[in-house]
């Protein structure tokens, strides 16, 4: 079945960087990747999605990478603010619509 | 987006006895899942909840310990049952409007003592 790993597992930026998360998944058959924002006492909240058929979106300072070859995505914040602060989860759509999760990237924006 | 609610928010709970969790979406829905979450760790899949027919569930998760109940597009039931200490955790149910996005209830919290 399909396996989703996620990198890294804690990611501490100075407020206004960027921060980059990756995650790779084994099922080439895999064609949906969303990324999901998790405050502490709260749902996961969908941020951002991207479909097996294009390479790259953008929503204000969130942007999303697949890499189909290579069978990996990336999460790219720009000037993080510290609301940005929070679990954020890679996951993969895989037969029976089911959605595998990464292991989640814990990020901290200081101020 | 679906609005999907979850009774009750949490729960403590003895060992030995059940519990049931209600997920209720706003429209009809396609596909609903139940997911646990322990803390400070991912979102593993519980099973697929389907409309008339019985619940798919992922390889470790049995239908004597999670049955699950899906009598309408709208709504479905989780029951843990006969809990022991490990089974605390969240439980969160989705909705996917055959779209590929899911959405998430607020999830019920679970202790068992």
């Known amino acids: 079945g399909e396996n989703v790993e996620q990198h890294p597992s804690t990611l501490s930026v100075q407020e206004g960087d960027s921060a980059v998360i990756k995650c790779t998944y084994s099922?080439?058959?895999?064609?949906?990747f969303p990324w999901y924002k998790q405050e502490l006492g709260k749902r996961p909240q969908l941020i951002i999605d991207i479909r097996s058929n294009v390479g790259e979106k953008k929503d204000q300072r969130i942007a999303v990478t697949l890499n189909k070859t290579a069978k990996h995505f990336s999460l790219h914040i720009t000037e993080t603010q510290p609301e940005d602060s929070a679990v954020y989860f890679c996951a993969a759509k895989t037969d029976g619509n089911k959605l595998v999760f990464g292991a989640g990237t814990i990020l901290r924006v200081k101020s | 987006s679906a609005v999907i609610s979850q009774k009750p928010s949490r729960d403590i709970c003895q060992r030995g006895t059940s519990l049931t969790i209600q997920c209720q979406v706003d429209s009809q829905v396609t596909m609903m899942f139940w997911y646990r979450q322990q803390p400070g760790q991912s979102l593993t899949l519980i099973a697929t909840a389907n409309q008339g027919s019985e619940a798919t569930y992922e390889s470790g998760f049995v239908i004597d310990k999670f049955p699950i109940s899906r009598p309408n597009l709208t709504f479905s039931t989780l029951t843990v049952s006969n809990m022991s200490p490990e089974d605390s955790s969240i439980y969160l149910c989705?909705?996917?409007?055959?779209?590929?996005?899911?959405?998430f209830g607020p999830g019920t919290r679970l202790t068992v003592l």
């Open positions: 989705s909705a996917d409007r055959d779209t590929d996005t899911q959405y």
């Open positions: 099922d080439s058959a895999s064609n949906y």
